[in-house]
């Protein structure tokens, strides 16, 4: 926490002159860039870190799962409740946390119900296409929070490669020929 009040100081007066939008991502690129740990909030919403998220993403992509050794379950408790067991998750506490708070997820109990739910890199890619709000998740997450949609941006291109480039390639050629306007 120290360490972030002493990196964020001198850039306070600077930031408050900035819309939520900006200042969002300029913090983020101080979280990143200085490795902060401690949650910082803007508005009463944290600022995520792409580092953080991309780094378990690439590690849940490389594993093709988010769970570990033992596979996701759930356990009958007295013959009427299944509850999921614990795992050794591959799916960190931080990025569950994003899943949860910003792309249109409940917390299905706790990270192993999560995980028990979305358990394959194919079912999260789902997930990222339709949440379970009927949303593409970049479709869900307000343009005012751009630290995640920055973040999910990453993560599809990291999840859909061929779709990402495919995508970036319609931008850019219809920008000059239709104006502004990106497809």
């Known amino acids: 926490m120290e360490k972030a009040q002493k990196i964020l100081a001198p850039q306070l007066n600077q930031l408050e002159q900035m819309n939520e939008k900006d200042v969002r991502l300029k913090i983020q690129d101080v979280i990143d860039e200085y490795r902060l740990a401690a949650s ?21 992509r490389d594993a093709g799962r988010l769970y570990g050794e033992k596979t ?14 614990e795992t050794d998750p591959i799916l960190s506490k931080y990025f569950y946390e994003f899943l949860n708070q910003h792309c249109g997820s409940i917390t299905h109990h ?17 997930f990222f296409r339709k949440n379970e709000l009927g949303h593409r998740v970049i479709d869900y997450i307000p343009i005012w929070m751009a630290d995640a949609k920055r973040i999910v941006e990453a993560i599809e291109m990291t999840l859909f490669p061929l779709e990402s480039y495919v995508r970036s ?5 219809f920008s000059g020929f239709w104006g502004e306007k990106t497809w």
């Open 40 to 60: 910082i909030m803007v508005n009463g919403n944290r600022v995520w870190s792409k580092r953080r998220i991309l780094g378990n993403v690439r590690r849940i």
């Open 72 to 85: 996701p379950h759930r356990e009958l408790i007295g013959g009427v409740l299944y509850l999921p067991a």
């Open 110 to 126: 706790n990270i192993h119900g999560w995980i028990a739910e979305y358990p394959t890199l194919d079912h999260l890619k789902r």
């Open 169 to 173: 390639k319609r931008r850019t050629s």
